[in-house]
């Protein structure tokens, strides 16, 4: 398990020495974090602003796996218990070493089981390649939820895979925390001026998003080959609606 900690306190500071004691009684209280637990402690200076995507990329950066999942937030909601299952079910591969002789394994989006597709439930995690070409980029909304911003994200890997994501229905997921689907509503029915502005910017990233993506795979398909053809018509499906703004 790759770690990521984030803290505003100096290395050889009390707080960063209290910080480090906290991590090794964990690996000591759980035996099998000895070999697989890899935290990596990133000082940030005390006015530097929360940049939630931007830790999740360096995480996944710096992890010894070759696939990770991204886990977006607080665990507003708390994982089902057969998560691990489900994950260690997944095959892996090392994109360094067989790249040429396997398949490359598309993202899954671990969801409840009320969303099959694009939107997905909020803060729902996703297992990518840790050299997949896709990262989540940071998005400068102010006064949004972490599920309202996380979304985008999803938005991202779900555009740069054509759809092509394998998703995963799980029960038991339990709410822990204020920041979700509830939460969302009242922000938006309380603060009616940012959900509009809110709307509009991301209609705006959408169409970016799309019009990057279809050039991309214009100057790139194969005009002779059936499941690009099946990809030109579903960027040109889903985009319609965020073409124009």
Not at 23 to 38: F, G, H, M, W
Request: hydrophobic share 40%; aromatic share 10%; net charge positive.
């Amino acid at each position: 398990m790759s770690l990521l900690v984030a803290t505003p306190y100096p290395p050889g500071s009390y707080q960063h020495k209290d910080l480090l004691s906290i991590l090794a009684r964990i690996q000591n209280e759980n035996p099998s974090l000895r070999k697989t637990l890899v935290a990596h402690v990133l000082h940030l200076d005390r006015i530097t602003e929360n940049r939630p995507n931007a830790f999740l990329n360096l995480a996944r950066l710096l992890s010894p796996c070759p696939r990770t999942v991204l886990f977006p937030g607080n665990l507003s909601y708390t994982p089902p218990k057969n998560l691990y299952k489900t994950l260690v079910g997944q095959q892996a591969f090392s994109s360094s070493a067989v790249a040429g002789r396997m398949h490359k394994r598309k993202p899954v989006v671990f969801t409840m089981r009320e969303y099959a597709s694009f939107p997905f439930a909020p803060l729902a995690p996703v297992l990518v390649s840790r050299d997949d070409s896709t990262w989540c980029t940071e998005r400068f909304f102010a006064n949004v939820s972490r599920s309202v911003d996380w979304e985008e994200c999803l938005w991202q890997v779900w555009l740069a895979h054509f759809g092509d994501v394998e998703v995963k229905q799980l029960q038991g997921w339990a709410p822990a925390l204020p920041d979700s689907t509830s939460s969302t509503s009242s922000w938006q029915s309380e603060n009616p001026v940012m959900e509009k502005i809110h709307r509009r910017l991301a209609a705006k990233f959408r169409g970016e998003t799309c019009a990057l993506a279809i050039r991309r795979f214009t100057a790139l398909r194969n005009l002779s080959n059936n499941a690009d053809t099946k990809k030109a018509r579903w960027l040109k499906r889903v985009c319609r609606g965020w073409s124009s703004g």
